[in-house]
C-alpha cells in the first residue's frame, strides 16, 4: 500500500510541477528578458562608446568626396556669413583709430612706415599685393591635399582646427568691424593695390560693392598661414622644407603689413583664434593634432596578424576520449 501512495504523491507533485511549477518558471523565464535586453542594451552601449573613444583618438581615414563637399560648403557658407556682416564704417574706423592708438602707445605702431618703405620697391610691393591676393588660398588647400594623402590620420584633426578657427573669426568679424589700414580715415596709409594698378584687393575696385570691407580682426592670412605652417613644419621630414614652413607666416606678416591691410593687433588675433582652434581639436580628440598616428590606429590593427595560444589550436580530444 505504501509504495502506490509514495508513486500517486509523485505523480502530483510532478502535475503540480507541471502545472503551478510551470508557471513560475515561465515567470521566471520572463523575468529574465528584461535583464537580458538591458544588459545587451548596455553591451550596444558600451561598444558604440569604445568605438567613439577609438574615433576620438584615432580618427578614420577621410573620404574624398565628402571632403571636397565640406570644404565647399564650408566656404560659401563662410563668403556669405562673412559679407554678410553689416559694415557699420563708422564703428569700423572708431576701432581703426583705437587699435592705432594703442599700438602707438606700446611702440609697435610701425606699419605706417613699413608700409611706405615697401611701397617705394615696385616689384616688390607688386609681389606683395599678388601674394596677399593667391597665397593665402593657393598654400591652404595644398597643406589640405598633402594632409590628406600622408597623413591621413592626423588629417580630420587639422581640418577640424581649421574650420574652428575661421568660425571664431566670423565671430570677430561681426562683434569687432575693424577698417584695415588703407581704408582709416586721416591715417596716410598708402593702398598699394590703386597705387599700382595691381588686383586681388576685396577693398578696392568692383569687389568693394560685394564684400565686407571692414572684416580685418581678426586676420585670417595669419591664422591660415600660421596653420599651414605649423602642419609642415612638424610634418615634413626634409629640414629646408619644415623651414620654409615657420617662414610662410613671417612672409605672410611681413606682407599683410606692408600692403597696409592688416595692423599687427589683426594677426595677434589671427593667432589666438588659432590657438583656440587646437584647444577644440585636443579636447575632441584626446591629442594634439600632430602627435595622432600617422595612419588611423585601426588600419594597422586590422593589417597585424591575429595570434591565438597554442593550446587553442589543438584538437579538443580529451573530453572525445571521455
Given at each position: 500500500?505504501?509504495?502506490?501512495?509514495?508513486?500517486?504523491?509523485?505523480?502530483?507533485?510532478?502535475?503540480?510541477?507541471?502545472?503551478?511549477?510551470?508557471?513560475?518558471?515561465?515567470?521566471a523565464?520572463?523575468?529574465?528578458?528584461?535583464?537580458?535586453?538591458?544588459?545587451?542594451?548596455?553591451?550596444?552601449?558600451?561598444?558604440?562608446?569604445?568605438?567613439?573613444?577609438?574615433?576620438?583618438?584615432?580618427?578614420?581615414?577621410?573620404?574624398?568626396?565628402?571632403?571636397?563637399?565640406?570644404?565647399?560648403?564650408?566656404?560659401?557658407?563662410y563668403?556669405?556669413?562673412?559679407?554678410?556682416?553689416?559694415?557699420?564704417?563708422?564703428?569700423?574706423?572708431?576701432?581703426?583709430?583705437?587699435?592705432?592708438?594703442?599700438?602707438?602707445?606700446?611702440?609697435?605702431a610701425?606699419?605706417?612706415?613699413?608700409?611706405?618703405?615697401?611701397?617705394?620697391?615696385?616689384?616688390?610691393?607688386?609681389?606683395?599685393?599678388?601674394?596677399?591676393?593667391?597665397?593665402?588660398?593657393?598654400?591652404?588647400?595644398?597643406?589640405?591635399?598633402?594632409?590628406?594623402?600622408?597623413?591621413?590620420?592626423?588629417?580630420?584633426?587639422?581640418?577640424?582646427?581649421?574650420?574652428?578657427?575661421?568660425?571664431?573669426?566670423?565671430v570677430?568679424?561681426?562683434?569687432?568691424?575693424?577698417?584695415?589700414?588703407?581704408?582709416?580715415?586721416?591715417?596716410?596709409?598708402?593702398?598699394?593695390?590703386?597705387?599700382?594698378?595691381?588686383?586681388?584687393?576685396?577693398?578696392?575696385?568692383?569687389?568693394?560693392?560685394?564684400?565686407?570691407?571692414?572684416?580685418?580682426?581678426?586676420?585670417?592670412?595669419?591664422?591660415w598661414?600660421?596653420?599651414?605652417?605649423?602642419?609642415?613644419?612638424?610634418?615634413?621630414?626634409?629640414?629646408?622644407?619644415?623651414?620654409?614652413?615657420?617662414?610662410?607666416?613671417?612672409?605672410?606678416?611681413?606682407?599683410?603689413?606692408?600692403?597696409?591691410?592688416?595692423?599687427?593687433?589683426?594677426?595677434?588675433?589671427?593667432?589666438?583664434?588659432?590657438?583656440?582652434?587646437?584647444?577644440?581639436?585636443?579636447w575632441?580628440?584626446?591629442?594634439?593634432?600632430?602627435?595622432?598616428?600617422?595612419?588611423?590606429?585601426?588600419?594597422?590593427?586590422?593589417?597585424?596578424?591575429i595570434?591565438?595560444?597554442?593550446?587553442?589550436?589543438?584538437?579538443?580530444?580529451?573530453?572525445?576520449?571521455?
Amino acid at each position: 500500500m505504501g509504495e502506490p501512495t509514495e508513486i500517486q504523491r509523485g505523480d502530483a507533485g510532478r502535475a503540480e510541477a507541471a502545472s503551478g511549477g510551470g508557471s513560475e518558471a515561465a515567470t521566471a523565464e520572463s523575468g529574465r528578458l528584461p535583464d537580458g535586453a538591458t544588459r545587451a542594451a548596455q553591451s550596444r552601449g558600451a561598444a558604440l562608446r569604445k568605438r567613439f573613444r577609438e574615433q576620438r583618438r584615432s580618427p578614420a581615414r577621410p573620404r574624398i568626396w565628402f571632403e571636397l563637399a565640406l570644404i565647399g560648403i564650408s566656404y560659401w557658407i563662410y563668403s556669405i556669413v562673412r559679407n554678410a556682416v553689416p559694415e557699420q564704417e563708422a564703428i569700423a574706423q572708431k576701432h581703426a583709430r583705437w587699435i592705432w592708438e594703442l599700438e602707438q602707445h606700446l611702440g609697435i605702431a610701425v606699419e605706417r612706415s613699413v608700409n611706405h618703405a615697401v611701397d617705394g620697391v615696385g616689384w616688390l610691393i607688386t609681389g606683395m599685393n599678388y601674394y596677399y591676393a593667391t597665397l593665402h588660398f593657393i598654400i591652404t588647400i595644398g597643406v589640405l591635399v598633402w594632409l590628406y594623402r600622408s597623413h591621413p590620420g592626423r588629417y580630420v584633426a587639422a581640418r577640424t582646427v581649421l574650420f574652428v578657427t575661421t568660425l571664431i573669426a566670423l565671430v570677430g568679424f561681426y562683434a569687432f568691424p575693424l577698417a584695415p589700414p588703407r581704408l582709416m580715415t586721416d591715417g596716410g596709409f598708402i593702398d598699394t593695390v590703386k597705387t599700382h594698378g595691381t588686383w586681388g584687393s576685396f577693398a578696392s575696385g568692383p569687389a568693394a560693392h560685394v564684400s565686407n570691407m571692414y572684416a580685418a580682426m581678426p586676420s585670417m592670412h595669419i591664422g591660415w598661414s600660421t596653420w599651414c605652417g605649423l602642419a609642415i613644419f612638424f610634418l615634413a621630414r626634409r629640414a629646408w622644407v619644415r623651414a620654409l614652413g615657420l617662414l610662410y607666416p613671417a612672409a605672410t606678416l611681413l606682407v599683410i603689413v606692408s600692403t597696409a591691410n592688416h595692423f599687427w593687433m589683426d594677426a595677434v588675433g589671427g593667432a589666438i583664434c588659432l590657438g583656440v582652434g587646437f584647444l577644440a581639436a585636443r579636447w575632441l580628440y584626446h591629442e594634439w593634432v600632430y602627435r595622432l598616428p600617422q595612419t588611423p590606429a585601426r588600419e594597422t590593427a586590422a593589417e597585424e596578424p591575429i595570434t591565438v595560444p597554442e593550446q587553442w589550436s589543438e584538437p579538443a580530444v580529451s573530453s572525445a576520449r571521455r
